[in-house]
């Protein structure tokens, strides 16, 4: 018995030093980037997530933000496949939105595979947004306006033409009987430059999310929001907005919230960074962090993640041909 309890000793002896090196944070101060200008979906993500790990205290210093916009995305892209791309600190933003753009190939000859997809964080959905004093007092309304002189209705998105908010508004007026070719779509980096040039009256909507445009609200921003695209009305303060279909457009758009890391990132670092934010987003505290910028709970990692991401990649391709994108 004394030989087995030294033998057992001598292999936690050796075992040990591995399991602590593996649970011990990569080296450096965190960061999360949202690839856009503040506000919007991509800084809503890093601020949400850096409230999680600087609650549960597992990072040596809180979560630092920082902002890299350019190409809707492509700029960060290009930046964590190439000089950036072993960090095994740095975290970046992305949607459904990037997914698209890679499909669309507006990132150049990058490809999803080109980088470690680290996890989808939470759901948020597509939303109308306009300035709560607007005249439309619902979608049908703003559709008949669009349907009668769609040139001076400007729809503002994240995106150029192909991009999932262009393609999102496309749809809806395809969907309502309006030739989506004579939509009067204004490209913007993100969901918040698109908020800003809304409420200084350079468009009439934004072709925003759910969670965004909720959390604008809840900080003073005079919005109001016509429809989200979900397949029903959202739960807890959000099921005031009705759905685009109990307004006659039959659409769902359903947004990721995810977080992604270069493609030279090590496997120790992406698994101490997959284990934690998979244990810390099955915690109550995550619930209520998700529920404070009104998102829905969908914790997605690993090959079940990998095979999302090619799956709304085909989504995208078609959804193209479809509109007649190349």
Same mark, same amino acid.
């Given at each position: 018995?004394?030989?087995? @309890?030294?033998? +057992?000793?001598? *292999? %936690? $002896? /050796? ?12 080296? !450096? ?106 005249? @439309?007092?619902? +979608?049908?309304? *703003? %559709? $008949? /306006? ?12 994240? !995106? ?114 997959? $284990? ?51």
């Amino acid at each position: 018995m004394r030989n087995l @309890w030294l033998g +057992l000793v001598l *292999l %936690l $002896a /050796a075992v040990l030093p591995g399991m602590v090196h593996a649970q011990t944070a990569p080296d !450096g101060s965190a960061t999360c980037i949202a690839p856009a200008q503040p506000d919007g979906g991509f800084d809503l993500t890093c601020r949400m997530l850096a409230q999680v790990l600087d609650g549960a205290g597992i990072l040596p210093q809180p979560l630092q933000r920082g902002y890299m916009p350019g190409g809707v995305g492509a700029v960060a892209f290009n930046a964590m496949t190439g000089t950036r791309a072993a960090e095994g600190n740095t975290l970046v933003a992305f949607s459904e939105g990037t997914i698209y753009n890679l499909a669309k190939g507006s990132f150049g000859d990058h490809h999803a595979g080109e980088v470690r997809w680290l996890a989808q964080l939470a759901q948020d959905y597509g939303a109308i947004v306009v300035r709560d004093d607007a005249a @439309w007092a619902d +979608l049908p309304a *703003l %559709l $008949a /306006a669009m349907r009668k002189e769609p040139q001076r209705i400007a729809i503002g998105g994240g !995106g150029t033409i192909g991009g999932q908010d262009w393609m999102r508004g496309a749809m809806t007026a395809e969907l309502a009987g309006i030739d989506h070719r004579k939509l009067r779509f204004v490209a913007f980096e993100g969901a918040g430059s698109c908020t800003q040039a809304l409420l200084e009256g350079f468009v009439q909507a934004c072709m925003n999310d759910m969670g965004d445009a909720r959390t604008g609200m809840d900080a003073g921003k005079p919005l109001r929001i016509l429809a989200v695209f979900a397949p029903r009305r959202l739960p807890g303060d959000l099921s005031d907005v009705p759905t685009a279909r109990e307004q006659g457009v039959p659409l769902d758009w359903p947004v990721m919230r995810g977080v992604y890391m270069g493609a030279h990132v090590s496997d120790q670092d992406f698994a101490w960074w997959q $284990a934690h934010l998979a244990r810390l987003m099955a915690s109550a505290d995550y619930a209520r962090i998700l529920e404070r910028y009104h998102l829905q709970a969908k914790p997605v990692t690993g090959p079940a993640l990998e095979a999302e991401i090619a799956t709304l990649t085909q989504t995208a391709r078609a959804r193209l041909a479809q509109l007649g994108v190349p």
